[in-house]
C-alpha cells in the first residue's frame, strides 16, 4: 500500500521561500512519474510540477523559474522548492504518485494520470 506524506506548509510573506517534502513509503520514488498538485479554493486542482524516473521535469508557466520540484531516491521523498512566492500561490499542495515512469507537461496532465495522493497541505501567502 502507498502512502505519501506532505511536510512543509505553513504561512509566508509574499517574496519569501518554502520547502515542501512529500515523504513516499510502499513505492519507490526512482520508479515513476511524481508531481505536485495545488488547489485554491473555488479553483480545480491543478497541476504545478512533475518529475519523471529519468529526471525529466516540467513547470506550470505560473511557477516557472521559482519553484523546483526533486526528488531524494535513497530518501525517497520528493521536494518542491518554492522562492518568490506570490499571494496567488495561496493553496492546498498536494504530492501524487502515478504508475507509470514517463510524465506528460503539466500543462496536459490531470489529477487522473494519477494513482496515489498525500493528504494535502496549506499554503498561504500574504502580501
Known amino acids: 500500500q502507498v502512502h505519501l506524506v506532505e511536510s512543509g506548509g505553513g504561512s509566508v510573506q509574499a517574496g519569501g521561500s518554502l520547502r515542501l517534502s512529500c515523504e513516499v513509503s510502499?513505492?519507490?520514488?526512482?520508479?515513476?512519474?511524481l508531481a505536485w498538485f495545488r488547489q485554491a479554493p473555488g479553483k480545480e486542482r491543478e497541476g504545478v510540477a512533475v518529475?519523471?524516473?529519468?529526471?525529466?521535469?516540467d513547470y506550470a508557466d505560473s511557477v516557472k523559474g521559482r519553484f523546483t520540484i526533486s526528488k531524494d531516491n535513497a530518501e525517497n521523498t520528493l521536494y518542491l522548492q518554492m522562492n518568490s512566492l506570490k499571494a496567488e500561490d495561496t493553496a492546498m499542495y498536494y504530492c501524487?504518485?502515478?504508475?507509470?515512469?514517463?510524465?506528460?507537461?503539466?500543462?496536459?496532465?490531470?489529477?487522473?494520470?494519477?494513482?496515489?495522493w498525500g493528504e494535502g497541505m496549506q499554503v498561504t501567502v500574504s502580501s
Open positions: 501524487a504518485a502515478a504508475l507509470r515512469p514517463v510524465c506528460i507537461s503539466t500543462r496536459y496532465t490531470r489529477p487522473t494520470d494519477f494513482n496515489d
Open positions: 510502499g513505492h519507490s520514488v526512482s520508479r515513476n512519474c
Open positions: 518529475i519523471a524516473r529519468d529526471g525529466w521535469t
